[in-house]
Every structure is written in structure tokens, then in C-alpha cells.
Nanobody, 124 residues
């Protein structure tokens, strides 16, 4: 069965960095686009970044452009989110999701499997 397991969350200071990982299993990872989304306390799910199946296409929401970088290692069945220059407003539960095809979109309906998430807290 499809499994997505996130790791790498934790507490970071403003201006700091974290690297999230999402280990995938149960499907041919290299043929699916992948995304990261987040949900802050009291707010809805927010898509933040997607990467195509071969890694050549990457998309970001405006609030993280220039600070976050999505990448993937198809040999390791893992997608990453490098987060730099973290801000308190980045505090959220971060979740990875599988797209329905080689390109992952920006909407919930564009994805069919979701992980449980990893908590990121940015605070001094």
C-alpha cells in the first residue's frame, strides 16, 4: 500500500533552517509528482510546493519563494523540503502528498495520498 512518512520537523529559531524528508513506498515513486502542504493552527491546508516526477518542474507558493527548495531523490524514493530563513508564520504541520500523475497540482484534489505530517515550530 502507498505510504508517505515525513520526518525532520522540530523547533527552529527565526532565521534558521530545517530540512524535511518524505519517504515514499508502495508505488513507483519516479512516475509521480509530489507536493508539500502545511496547516497552521486554526487555518486550512495550504499548498506550498510541488515537484514533477523527474524533478525538472518545481513550483512554490509566493510566501516561500526564495526561502524553501523542494527536491527529490528517485533512487531513495524520497522528496525533500529545505526551509531557510524561517519565520514564525511558517509554524505548521507539514505534510507531503502524491500527485495524481507526473505533475502535482496546487489543489487538494490534485493529490491522492497524504502523509501524517511533521510539526515545524519557529520561535525564539
Amino acid at each position: 500500500q502507498v505510504q508517505l512518512v515525513e520526518s525532520g520537523g522540530g523547533l527552529a529559531q527565526p532565521g534558521g533552517s530545517l530540512r524535511l524528508s518524505c519517504a515514499a513506498s508502495g508505488f513507483i515513486f519516479s512516475t509521480y509528482g509530489m507536493s508539500w502542504a502545511r496547516q497552521a493552527p486554526g487555518k486550512g491546508l495550504e499548498w506550498i510546493s510541488s515537484i514533477g516526477a523527474d524533478g525538472s518542474s518545481r513550483y512554490y507558493t509566493d510566501s516561500v519563494k526564495g526561502r524553501f527548495t523542494i527536491s527529490r531523490d528517485n533512487a531513495k524514493n524520497t522528496v525533500y523540503l529545505q526551509m531557510n530563513s524561517l519565520k514564525p508564520e511558517d509554524t505548521a504541520l507539514y505534510t507531503c502528498a502524491r500527485g495524481r500523475g507526473a505533475l502535482a497540482g496546487r489543489n487538494t484534489n490534485d493529490h491522492d495520498y497524504w502523509g501524517q505530517g511533521t510539526q515545524v515550530t519557529v520561535s525564539s
